[in-house]
RNA sequence: GCUGCUGUAGCGUAGUGGUAGCGCAACGCCUUGGUAAGGCGUAGGUCGUGGGUUCAAUUCCCACCAGCAGCACCA
């Protein structure tokens, strides 16, 4: 007889297995209404599952964090019955959820258009009215498939034979309606609820294989209420809004063309912005023990092949060779090949010399420019690209040095990220996966160091089992910015392998080589894409520190321009990023210019403050003016403006 | 890489089998104006690239390139 465990801790006790359901309505009658589904030992089932054995168990409502996902699930078979009751003949095929929502693929000759969506969606506002009971069976696989060769449905009844045979068959039927599915499932259409809304259709193929035919994938959002629904179209409309490739074009900062497909043409401004990044990131690897280098990009593919790259990822990588026939004659047919990352050629650093204990840890950063051929439909602006510059640096250190440095690199990464302005950050760590290199007592000792190191660090871990790289552990830290997009960003990897493929050694204090131990860790990832980042929290509006352009002094009649030009010299002098507008327009054409332009800080210089040697200043979004004395005004903003050195 | 879509002036866009418009920006002139768009005028495009069909192609067809959305990928 099941003793059931709830969350609370409390233990009920049944005479007889109970269901899901019965379980809630025995909690409370506004319970069991609310109810969605349950978990059993934290595997997520019907609402309508019996538990005939003992079970910690959890009622799924709506606030659950699995309820999000139970819901998608069952609006793609909403959708697909709409779907298959507005226009017969169109087979079903498969419709999970998403990040955001859902899809369903179908096939059906005529293709779909965004204005079929109004009527498919009235069609899934009337079954979620219809309030159709959603029932779990278990069929006879003989008669699965006899049922989809009956109905047309081609596609289904080939899925149906390749399920193992030691596993059930389940169906879940909703009125006349019903699909195969493993589940689990909301117990009746009415609990979807109407916070969902069709987003767009695009094509796919049976089972994603080009040679199989082709299907039709329409794709929608749900959520648990309208609130909710509008604050995710909001959110897609905030990221337009913020698009960085837009804003990269408005504030002249880069621009990428065909010739160069996944690598960026940086302009002043937005070299400005890198070249302050660059400028704060040095400072703190500084402070805090880092030697900088800077290693070749081209190498011999012996060099690769040494490494183990060139086994594991040469399809990633770009290839050269000199075009001269004079370099044919002197090196043969020799050839090279891009970096595509730096770790190898930080070991060749470490390697010069014999090392001593004594030099550990060895800290070596680089800000180093690798190429990886990016598959094309994987590029997007400058956030994924196929030349890039990462902040990367191997701390090479004894095992026993693992968590002291661990702790050091998460207290830097957190007061990067906090300055930067992001001050949400989750951290994931992967432990050891299946296939992989080195004894499991080594792999015992980098995984508790990185956890202790983590936990000493006041970080909160969130595991990711089995994700681990095949040569060590590793953190993953991802932020969070302004409109709750997720970005991973810093890794700190622990490697065993590297320095042993490329024989590393320091001698230790007993007079003997030893193999160190090899920390990757990056903490922008790549520039290239951490500015995309930045230029999206922000919405294109920088702070003072890191605009690009981080003043303009603009005239308002032509007798202060020899003024403005003291004044903006005075604030360069300060160290300032500055212009002058001088231009023949209304302050008021300026104003709106500048502030369009996103400019911080605005000092307006008329008659009146050239007499009276002052500025008047409009910050950014603010109609305020405050007029300083012109020397007061420059140690104010260079203070201001200052990279932040916390 | 796959599926679908797109490519017209710096940007945003209209349009057509008879070699192209509009708005903003740019430039010039007038205006010297006190905190989010003053007025008038001028210039700017071999319509992504290559091929084909046609008397004629920016328009129709094919290929390629790049981009966009999604998928896959992100070692």
């Given at each position: 007889m099941p003793a059931i465990r709830l969350p609370d801790g409390s233990v009920k006790s049944f005479d007889k297995p109970?269901?899901?359901?019965?379980?809630?309505?025995?909690?409370?009658?506004?319970?069991?209404?609310?109810?969605?589904?349950?978990?059993?030992?934290?595997?997520?089932?019907?609402?309508?599952?019996?538990?005939?054995?003992?079970?910690?168990?959890?009622?799924?409502?709506?606030?659950?964090?699995?309820?999000?996902?139970?819901?998608?699930?069952?609006?793609?078979?909403?959708?697909?019955?709409?779907?298959?009751?507005?226009?017969?003949?169109?087979?079903?095929?498969?419709?999970?959820?998403?990040?955001?929502?859902?899809?369903?693929?179908?096939?059906?000759?005529?293709?779909?258009?965004p204005e079929d969506f109004a009527g498919i969606e009235a069609k899934m506002r009337e079954i979620v009215d219809r309030d159709e009971p959603i029932v779990r069976e278990i069929w006879d696989r003989a008669k699965m498939k006899a049922y989809f060769v009956e109905h047309g449905e081609s596609f289904k009844a080939e899925w149906s034979d390749e399920i193992p045979p030691d596993e059930e068959i389940s169906v879940y039927r909703q009125g006349k309606w019903l699909d195969m599915c493993t589940g689990p499932h909301l117990p009746s259409t009415a609990k979807l609820g109407k916070a969902f809304k069709l987003t767009k259709v695009s094509g796919t193929y049976w089972r994603g294989d080009p040679k199989n035919p082709t299907l039709q994938r329409i794709y929608g959002t749900v959520w648990r209420d309208d609130a909710e629904l509008k604050a995710y179209l909001h959110r897609i409309e905030e990221a337009e809004r913020r698009d960085h490739r837009k804003l990269g074009r408005e504030m002249a900062l880069f621009h990428v063309q065909e010739e160069a497909p996944g690598a960026v043409f940086w302009h002043p401004k937005g070299w400005a912005l890198w070249r302050t990044l660059e400028a704060f990131m040095r400072s703190r690897l500084d402070r805090d023990g880092y030697v900088e280098v800077k290693t070749p990009q081209l190498l011999d593919r012996k060099f690769w092949v040494a490494s183990g790259h060139w086994d594991k990822f040469a399809d990633a990588m770009f290839a050269a060779t000199p075009r001269s026939e004079s370099a044919k004659e002197s090196e043969g047919e020799r050839f090279y090949a891009l970096k595509p990352m730096n770790c190898p050629c930080h070991i060749q650093i470490f390697n010069q010399g014999l090392k001593s204990y004594r030099d550990l840890p060895l800290r070596l950063a680089e800000f180093g420019a690798c190429h990886r051929y990016e598959p094309s439909g994987a590029l997007h602006g400058i956030m994924r690209v196929r030349a890039f510059t990462q902040d990367d640096a191997h701390i090479f250190c004894t095992e026993d040095q693992i968590t002291v440095e661990t702790i050091k690199f998460c207290r830097l990464l957190m007061g990067i990220y906090r300055d930067l302005g992001f001050t949400d950050v989750r951290v994931k760590f992967s432990d050891r996966p299946a296939m992989r290199a080195g004894s499991d007592a080594t792999w015992d000792k980098a995984e508790t160091a990185l956890k202790d190191a983590s936990a000493a660090a006041g970080l909160e871990l969130i595991l990711n089992p089995g994700e681990g790289a095949f040569y060590g552990p590793k953190l993953e830290f991802v932020l969070r910015d302004a409109i709750g997009r997720d970005w991973q960003c810093g890794t700190l990897q622990v490697d065993f392998v590297l320095p042993e493929r490329l024989e590393a050694n320091y001698i230790g204090e007993d007079g003997q080589k030893h193999r160190p131990v090899m920390l990757h860790r990056a903490i922008f990832g790549s520039f290239e894409r951490f500015i995309g980042i930045v230029i999206e929290h922000y919405a294109?509006?920088?702070?003072?520190?890191?605009?690009?352009?981080?003043?303009?002094?603009?005239?308002?009649?032509?007798?202060?321009?020899?003024?403005?030009?003291?004044?903006?010299?005075?604030?360069?002098?300060?160290?300032?990023?500055?212009?002058?507008?001088?231009?023949?327009?209304?302050?008021?054409?300026?104003?709106?210019?500048?502030?369009?332009?996103?400019?911080?800080?605005?000092?307006?210089?008329?008659?009146?403050?050239?007499?009276?040697?002052?500025?008047?200043?409009?910050?950014?979004?603010?109609?305020?003016?405050?007029?300083?004395?012109?020397?007061?005004?420059?140690?104010?903003?260079?203070?201001?403006?200052?990279?932040p050195s916390a």
């Open positions: 109970v269901s899901g359901a019965e379980i809630a309505r025995s909690i409370g009658a506004g319970l069991a209404k609310a109810a969605l589904a349950i978990t059993v030992d934290g595997v997520v089932k019907d609402l309508a599952t019996v538990v005939d054995a003992d079970a910690n168990i959890e009622i799924v409502t709506a606030k659950h964090p699995a309820a999000l996902d139970l819901l998608r699930h069952d609006a793609a078979h909403v959708l697909a019955e709409a779907v298959q009751e507005l226009y017969p003949g169109t087979q079903i095929t498969f419709g999970p959820s998403t990040e955001d929502g859902f899809y369903y693929d179908f096939a059906r000759a005529a293709p779909f258009t294109g509006k920088l702070p003072l520190w890191l605009a690009p352009v981080q003043a303009v002094v603009a005239t308002i009649t032509s007798d202060a321009d020899p003024y403005a030009e003291e004044v903006a010299a005075a604030l360069r002098e300060a160290g300032l990023r500055v212009e002058t507008d001088l231009r023949n327009e209304k302050i008021n054409y300026k104003v709106r210019e500048h502030s369009l332009a996103k400019v911080p800080l605005l000092l307006a210089i008329g008659r009146r403050e050239a007499e009276e040697r002052k500025i008047s200043l409009r910050r950014l979004g603010g109609a305020a003016q405050e007029v300083l004395a012109l020397g007061d005004a420059v140690t104010k903003l260079r203070d201001e403006a200052r990279i």
